[in-house]
């Protein structure tokens, strides 16, 4: 029903080119996740898993390629991302909400039909074979090794040079960034700092006891202004707290509902504060504030432009670059470019971008416009299909198997979503670092899960619905 009232919305405003009806058009598709999960679960509401992916993934999907677009309409202003650089020609801007819509309902399709039950299938002799033998070890491991990294990321890009207030404040990002077109192993570190966190959470939960969450507190506190505050990753910081809860609510205590919504709420009145505090947007111009989260989230307007500018497809080749050449280190090859992998696939939208901006800063482009600059219109929609599949195939997986390895995948799934959605490229050579440095966890014996987690399984933490 939902699907067949955006096709006629959608032709309505075509035929009477109505600029209004074509924006407002996708947001009838915003429910469809609510009933899927209904229809799925036999009509019963609750209880409501706050941690399962596809609340992340269609959030983040529907604010960024059918929230942004209808807001901006209206108020192009509080929406311009990359001024000079993007545009919105009335056709391609027409197109991207049909694209925008078809992938949205291409997510919903593989995460709830065959396409995400299979990858979950293909997982499960992961899940029955893998063990936490020496997750601890591993977590101190990635934590002092990507503590090591951010400190030579400072004495690279001569940090200790700056006053401690501009050093904690993230004056060294674009220093940081810049030097990764050298040394991007460095982000290796970054990657597993952030990973260490979720990892000793498992340890904690593994054999409760006041020591292991204080020290995993503590970890969490420096990675936390180390990557947040040192390096200037956002986004990255704010994942660490997200993968931890993650594997906390379905390794040893269930996340109420009722707190994750108390800490979206706090959340969203902080980056309220923050927004004001920068004099991007006011407590009285709520549409300002969302405005700032979209110059971030700006996938739609780079859609936009693809389909406008983009006539020759790349076929996959940047994905391909961001997996073989990202952690490439150029001592091995000189020849290693610096324009490469989703790096060339904003270029290919945006030529001169990254020169005009002294390669400080990289402007990923979003899944859909990744998709179409390869593939046309069907990498949109394969794009989309692919974070559905995945996302799907590692709940399962973690649920049902409760094994650690799938759960700490699905725990960096959900840590990184943000990013993901900003570029399959841009973190699809992370993923498959994630799934390496776990690896280990497979060498042990078989996993036997403790008598209070199969107490849990019983009250149906431990089950797919």
Not at 172 to 200: D, E, H, K
Not at 441 to 463: C, D, K, Q, Y
Request: proline share 6%; glycine share 12%; aromatic share 10%.
């Amino acid at each position: 029903m939902l699907v067949t009232v955006w096709v006629a919305c959608a032709g309505g405003g075509w035929a009477f080119t109505s600029v209004t009806l074509t924006a407002l058009a996708p947001l009838f598709l915003l429910p469809l996740p609510i009933l899927l999960v209904r229809q799925r679960d036999g009509d019963e509401w609750w209880p409501i898993d706050p941690f399962e992916p596809i609340w992340l993934a269609s959030g983040l999907y529907g604010f960024t390629y059918l929230l942004v677009p209808a807001l901006a309409a209206d108020h192009p202003e509080d929406f311009a991302s990359l001024e000079g650089y993007l545009d919105s020609p009335p056709n391609a801007w027409q197109a991207a909400t049909w694209v925008s819509a078809l992938g949205f309902i291409t997510l919903m399709y593989a995460y709830f039909g065959p396409v995400g039950r299979v990858l979950a299938r293909g997982l499960e002799g992961v899940s029955r074979q893998d063990s936490d033998k020496g997750i601890g070890y591993l977590a101190g491991a990635f934590f002092v090794i990507g503590c090591i990294a951010v400190c030579a990321a400072v004495v690279i890009n001569d940090g200790f040079s700056l006053p401690v207030q501009d050093l904690l404040t993230g004056d060294l990002r674009s220093a940081a960034v810049q030097s990764f077109s050298g040394r991007g192993y460095l982000s290796v570190g970054f990657a597993l700092l952030a990973l260490a966190i979720p990892c000793a959470a498992m340890w904690a939960c593994d054999a409760p006891g006041r020591r292991r969450w204080v020290t995993v507190g503590l970890m969490c506190a420096l990675a936390l202004v180390l990557l947040g505050g040192v390096v200037g990753s956002r986004i990255l910081a704010l994942g660490i707290p997200v993968g931890a809860l993650a594997v906390i609510h379905y390794r040893y205590r269930r996340i109420p509902l009722v707190a994750v919504a108390a800490a979206l709420l706090t959340l969203a009145v902080a980056a309220v504060g923050i927004s004001a505090a920068r004099g991007t947007g006011s407590i009285a111009d709520p549409v300002a504030v969302i405005g700032t989260l979209g110059l971030t989230l700006d996938g739609f307007a780079f859609l936009v432009n693809a389909i406008a500018r983009v006539d020759d497809f790349l076929w996959g080749s940047t994905i391909a670059e961001d997996l073989v050449l990202t952690y490439l280190p150029r001592a091995l090859w000189e020849g290693k470019p610096v324009i490469f992998g989703y790096v060339a696939a904003q270029e290919a939208i945006v030529p001169g971008l990254h020169a005009d901006f002294l390669g400080r800063a990289t402007y990923p482009s979003g899944i859909l416009a990744e998709g179409y600059v390869n593939f046309g219109i069907a990498g949109s929609l394969l794009a989309a299909a692919a974070i559905g599949a995945l996302s799907r195939g590692l709940f399962v997986s973690a649920r049902a198997g409760g094994g650690p390895y799938c759960l700490l995948l699905l725990a960096w799934l959900e840590a990184n979503m943000v990013n993901l959605f900003r570029g399959i490229g841009f973190l699809a050579p992370q993923l498959l670092l994630t799934a390496i440095v776990l690896a280990p966890m497979l060498l042990g014996p078989r996993f036997s899960r403790s008598p209070a987690e199969h107490s849990v399984t019983a009250e149906g933490v431990g089950h797919e619905p």
